[in-house]
């Protein structure tokens, strides 16, 4: 076994690190508080290749492995969680999913766009009524005698929503038929009949912009349908189970940041005439901070290794994200407990960790979800 990394995987690590400290970092606070979209960002990340880590040169993106991956998307969490988020949709919700997918000529058209920055990419799969029993979904996909589809219906809470120039949509083509009548299309959001609603007000990761959208009467060409029809909800569980490595990674910066500047302070804050961190109280705490930190991290590099040799990793990107996402919101708890006044103060960004870690139990899947996925893989039962 070894535990260290090739030169590529460091120059991407190094890459994401350089842009985080100089631009993603800096900004963070503004763009919490503004709720603004960091689209100058997001065009430096993507011309560095870190919107298609994954993706093959010939496609617009880096070339690069899982592992890659890993290493840029905790980097750019450590400095904001928000530029995560998108980072993430575009690299495994959007190009991932098309990567393994779509056909040359969806390849050709779609990732490249947003594999280099140009575009913003998004993926629809929730609906106001149907969140984690994600089969449950109503938005109608209705074909047509010429093979095209009429789509009618609302998606909620898509991220990227407010600014995404294609999303991959997943429609009902055959009600009846539960799962396997699902299909995903790929939609270009300047084509009539699309919309969009209001950007959501957030508890954290407010620079992600969230929002519903909305089809009345969008026409989608065969050429639109992802892979087969019916096959759509495979595609979402396959693409989902990529995706949840990039949140946990996502979950390990956010953590790494609530970490360090927990250390500093430790050493540097007095109380009853020493230092906080000499009370073994606090050492407590900061040896199980680094116990999560370095699990989660362990898992998730696992689930991203076994993916990039081709095995199956459904239930290692589960374990990854439960255990990362878990171990960030508590260690973010603990670095606001130990911060105390200043972790719950603006001035400091130990309340914004504590805000963002929260969203890493909830979407792409809750933590009841991955306890579901994981235990029905285990024990082969339902
Ligand atoms: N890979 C491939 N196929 C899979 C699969 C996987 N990981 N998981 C399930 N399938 C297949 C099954 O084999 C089954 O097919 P067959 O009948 O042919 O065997 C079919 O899909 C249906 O599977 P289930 O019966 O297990 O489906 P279910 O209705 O019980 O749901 C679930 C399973 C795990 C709960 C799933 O619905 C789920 O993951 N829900 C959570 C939804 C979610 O994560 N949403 C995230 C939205 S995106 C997002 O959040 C983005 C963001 O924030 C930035
Ligand atoms: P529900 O499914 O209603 O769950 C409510 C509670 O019941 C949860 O605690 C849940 O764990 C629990 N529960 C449900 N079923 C079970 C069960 N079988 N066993 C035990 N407990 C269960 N979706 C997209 O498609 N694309 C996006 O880009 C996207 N971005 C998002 C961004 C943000 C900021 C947020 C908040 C959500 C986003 N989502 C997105 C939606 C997200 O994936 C869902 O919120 C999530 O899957 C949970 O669905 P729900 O909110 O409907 O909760």
């Known amino acids: 076994m070894d535990f260290s990394f090739t030169e590529e995987q460091l120059m991407i690590q190094d890459v994401a690190r350089r842009i985080a400290q100089e631009k993603v970092g800096p900004s963070a606070e503004h763009f919490d508080r503004s709720g603004e979209f960091p689209l100058e960002n997001i065009r430096l990340m993507g011309e560095n290749g870190l919107m298609g880590i994954e993706v093959p040169t010939e496609y617009g993106g880096a070339g690069m492995d899982p592992v890659a991956y890993v290493l840029a998307m905790v980097e750019i969490a450590a400095a904001d969680a928000a530029h995560s988020t998108i980072m993430s949709v575009n690299n495994s919700l959007f190009c991932n999913g098309i990567l393994t997918h779509g056909t040359e000529a969806q390849k ?34 209705v074909k047509q005698a010429d093979g095209s589809f009429v789509i009618n219906g609302k998606k909620s809470w898509i991220t990227s929503g407010p600014v995404a120039r294609y999303i991959v949509l997943f429609a009902m083509t055959e009600p009846d038929k539960g799962a396997k009548g699902i299909t995903a299309f790929l939609i270009d959001t300047t084509k009539p009949g699309f ?63 609530a970490y360090e500047a927990t250390l500093a302070y430790v050493k540097e804050r007095k109380a009853f005439g020493q230092p906080i961190g000499a009370f073994q109280m606090t050492q407590a705490k900061i040896a199980d901070m680094k116990c999560k930190l370095d699990a989660s991290l362990l898992l998730t590099l696992r689930a991203a290794w076994l993916k990039g040799q081709g095995k199956r990793f459904t239930t290692e990107a589960s374990v990854a994200k439960l255990t990362a996402s878990e171990a960030c919101m508590w260690i973010a708890h603990q670095a606001v407990q130990i911060h105390a006044g200043m972790g719950y103060s603006k001035e400091m960004p130990i309340e914004r960790y504590f805000r963002d870690a929260k969203i890493t139990e909830i979407y792409e899947g809750t933590s009841e979800i991955q306890r579901l996925v994981i235990a029905r893989n285990e024990t082969g039962l339902r």
Do not use: H, W
């Open 195 to 257: 919309g969009r609603g209001k950007t959501e007000p957030k508890l954290g990761i407010r620079a992600s912009a969230t929002c519903e959208i909305e089809f009345n009467d969008f026409v989608a060409t065969a050429d639109d349908v992802l892979g087969k029809e019916g096959e759509g909800f495979k595609i979402a569980m396959s693409v989902l189970d990529a995706g949840r490595i990039g949140i946990a990674s996502q979950a390990i910066g956010i953590a790494r940041a």
């Open 108 to 141: 050709q058209e779609y990732v490249g766009a947003i594999a280099e920055g140009r575009e913003i990419g998004a993926f629809a799969l929730t609906e106001p009524q149907s969140g984690s029993d994600a089969t449950a979904m109503r938005c109608r996909a």
